[in-house]
């Protein structure tokens, strides 16, 4: 009796403890579109009036088929029956910067096309829709001695796509999931004429900037319209004066009633990137090296720009998409050690692959999976060098000086001089050189540049132990300030002699351009810095991080694998891989810290508060204001308020960016474009109580574009449902 007694008491503990971690984990999970039949229960549970079929169907307009990859690296969605479609403001901002001038400041005023014929287009931006995701996992693998046999894989590969491409007319890729235990094919429609409809001006899109990005409370109005346009029989088409608005298989119909906290939501995009199963000796680096690293070199090159752009009109327009792109990866990054850091995630971490390794070491046939913890530990403390070295290569080539954009352009034509002057082509690859400097010197100030030189370089060579090579070089490095001589005296030649770095040098040297030109080329202070470093940087560097890299990787196949053999029954999904994902919760305020509490939702009036702050940031245009003054929201409120912004427990990263946020009927409540600060170690750890992903209310961006901006005619495009 007294047995069963304790025996029933450790049962009851056990389910405790089962339900704890399950209900710690209930809204992780960034789930695959085609698999979410296994879902369906679940979400109908918690509020969805959906079917698996509604969301993902091969056989029925869906859901997904209304969800477009935008320009690559955003999401974006239809929203009426001619094409138009919406995304966030920062996933447009180059597009809306490349329209703007100082005369047509699209970034201060907005802009917004009354007619058909006023949208713009956008050469390059693409939007991509998945027209069925296919496991592929038996076919890629046919006939490999295991799945690590890169080549039977890549020509199995290759062959399903072709057949696909050649049967059906569309696009397709094939990506590895969970570290090349399983693969899926994602089929593609890919339209490449998208015009740009309108957008509200920086004071709403971007309102908050850099102070509130990754904040909450937030007040953002962070969307942009574009819209699609196809050929006449509705078919993708490269852009043509003839094309017309799109006619979707599927678009969303806008939830416009009231919400409350608790209501069902579920997002739907291209999540990019996660790296739940990292091992614990690599966070640590990431948590003290990497990431500190990193933060300080963009300190350093943000404390130039950021100066610069607030001491002229001109370079304020010339590197506002940079610098955006420079701050949010940066703010990103604090926050994320931050969290890391307070959740102790490195211990959690530990304790999780002890449990493991016991697990593996207590079956006979679990065993093959019982070393590799120790294994990945082993290969972080023997390689790590190598990302380092990588990840300081990656900040100091492509987001330091940017005069190496040029410098690798000018390089491909050193290196295939020849090849260019026998097959003919030389004077095309001249002419498409200087049509690039026209882009490039529009948005390039050499003083903003030559100062993120100097700080960067000797930065740059600090991190990656290249002085003592400079220094033998040099023969008189014995003055304490010589490192900063030596780059000084670089940097000033660089900056007025290199023809990399004046638009009218540049030009004069390509329409000059002849057999002596690339001898000169040899000389060319500018070239020969950036040749002298990032050679070694292809050479070395990028391959042995890549090795590190692929090992690492295998590495995580058998790691994940085991996971998924030893523990059936947990909710496993695969990292983010910039593919079509769902993550559903609920619209839900959070308690980051020990005595806080952010709610869930904000509305105008906390707009109007910041901009009294003062603060550049909060800065508003005398409309807003008025239009506050007057309460005149329209239909659009909510007794009598003004959403602007709400939070969600959803699992999202970098990518879901423009996402559609869907009510339990799959209509648009809003636009997914952030996290809270809090959330940001999500990539690593998802924390359901903290992580909390931000979203402007669909109410808000109708607002903007209706009462606000006059747009009126956009909004009747729409379907607005009550209820
Ligand atoms: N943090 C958001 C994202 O990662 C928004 C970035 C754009 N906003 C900004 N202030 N830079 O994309
Ligand atoms: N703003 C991010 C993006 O561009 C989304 C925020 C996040 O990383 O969750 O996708």
């Keep these: 009796m007294k047995k069963t007694h304790r025996l029933n008491q450790k049962l009851v503990f056990a389910f405790l403890i089962l339900i704890k971690a399950l209900n710690l984990r209930a809204d992780e999970g960034m789930l695959i579109p085609s698999l979410i039949a296994a879902f369906e229960s679940d979400m109908k549970a918690k509020g969805m009036k959906l079917t698996a079929e509604d969301i993902y169907s091969i056989n029925k307009a869906s859901l997904k088929d209304a969800i477009f990859q935008f320009g690559g690296g955003c999401t974006a969605e239809l929203v009426s029956s001619k094409g138009l479609l919406l995304t966030n403001h ?12 100082l005369e047509k400041d699209y970034l201060k005023n907005g802009f917004w096309a009354k007619t058909l014929t006023e949208e713009l287009p956008n050469p390059g931006l693409i939007a991509v829709r998945i027209v069925r995701i296919e496991d592929v996992t038996a076919l890629v693998l046919n006939g490999a001695s295991s799945k ?5 894989i890549q020509s199995n590969i290759q062959k399903i796509i072709s057949e696909v491409v050649a049967n059906s007319g569309y696009e397709a890729e094939v990506k590895a999931f969970n570290y090349g235990n399983d693969y899926y094919m994602m089929v593609k429609e890919i339209f490449t004429d998208i015009r740009f409809v309108g957008t509200p001006p920086n004071s709403i899109g971007k309102f908050g900037g850099d102070t509130d990005n990754w904040v909450w409370p937030r007040h953002t109005g962070d969307f942009s319209v574009f819209r699609i346009y196809a050929g006449k029989d509705n078919k993708p088409a490269a852009y043509s004066k003839e094309n017309v608005p799109y006619t979707p298989i599927r678009y969303l119909n806008i939830s416009f009633r009231d919400r409350k906290e608790g209501d069902f939501t579920m997002v739907y995009g291209f999540p990019g990137q996660t790296e739940q199963h990292v091992v614990s000796s690599y966070l640590k680096f990431i948590i003290e090296k990497e990431r500190p690293a990193r933060i300080h070199m963009r300190d350093l090159s943000l404390g130039v720009i950021d100066a610069a752009m607030k001491a002229s009109d001109l370079t304020r327009i010339q590197y506002a998409a940079k610098q955006a792109s420079i701050a949010n990866a940066w703010k990103k990054w604090i926050g ?5 850091r307070t959740q102790d995630a490195v211990m959690l971490k530990q304790n999780k692959e002890s449990e493991y390794t016991k697990l593996a070491n207590s079956k006979e046939e679990w065993k093959k999976y019982a070393s590799v913890v120790y294994e990945m530990n082993a290969l972080v403390e023997r390689d790590i060098n190598w990302e380092f070295k990588y990840a300081m290569g990656v900040e100091y080539f492509s987001y330091g000086p940017e005069y190496f954009k040029l410098a690798r352009a000018v390089n491909d034509l050193v290196s295939n001089y020849q090849k260019y002057k026998t097959s003919g082509e030389l004077n095309t690859v001249l002419e498409r050189l200087k049509v690039g400097a026209d882009g490039f010197f529009k948005n390039y100030d050499a003083s903003v540049d030559k100062e993120i030189f100097n700080k960067l370089t000797k930065e740059y060579f600090s991190n990656t132990d290249q002085w003592e090579g400079i220094k033998k070089e040099l023969m008189y490095s014995t003055t304490p300030d010589w490192c900063d001589n030596y780059i000084k005296s670089i940097s000033d030649r660089i900056y007025t002699k290199s023809v990399l770095t004046d638009k009218e040098r540049y030009l004069n040297f390509l329409q000059n351009f002849n057999d002596k030109s690339i001898k000169k080329l040899d000389k060319d202070v500018g070239l020969q810095h950036y040749t002298a470093h990032i050679t070694p940087f292809r050479n070395y560097v990028i391959p ?14 058998t790691y994940v694998e085991g996971k998924k053999i030893m523990s059936p029954n947990a909710k496993h999904w695969p990292d983010a891989n910039s593919t079509l994902r769902i993550t559903y919760g609920k619209l839900e305020g959070s308690t980051p810290t020990d005595g806080m509490k952010y709610t869930e939702h904000t509305t105008l009036e906390g707009m109007i508060a910041k901009y ?4 550049a ?3 508003l245009q005398p409309r807003m204001l008025e239009l506050f003054k007057q309460k005149n ?3 659009y409120a909510q007794n009598g308020q003004l959403w602007v912004c709400f939070t969600g427990s959803n699992h999202t990263t970098g990518g879901n960016s423009g996402s559609p946020v869907l009510d339990e009927n799959g209509n648009l409540m809003g636009l997914n474009f952030d996290r809270t600060w809090e959330s940001t170690m999500s990539d690593y750890l998802f924390d ?5 992903n931000v979203v402007v209310d669909i109410r808000y961006v109708l607002w903007v574009m209706d009462i606000y901006s006059g747009a009126r005619h956009l909004v009747d495009e729409m379907v607005l449902v009550k209820e």
């Design 612 to 615: 009294h702050s003062g603060n």
């Design 336 to 340: 994320q050690i931050d969290g890391l």
């Design 148 to 152: 690590d046999d890169k080549s039977t």
């Design 633 to 635: 929201y329209g239909n």
């Design 617 to 619: 940031d909060f800065e």
């Design 90 to 101: 920062h996933c447009g901002y180059s597009q809306i910067q490349s329209h703007s001038s």
């Design 544 to 557: 042995a991080y890549q090795n590190f890299s692929n090992n690492m990787s295998t590495l995580l196949q």
């Design 688 to 692: 359901s109580a903290r992580c909390r």
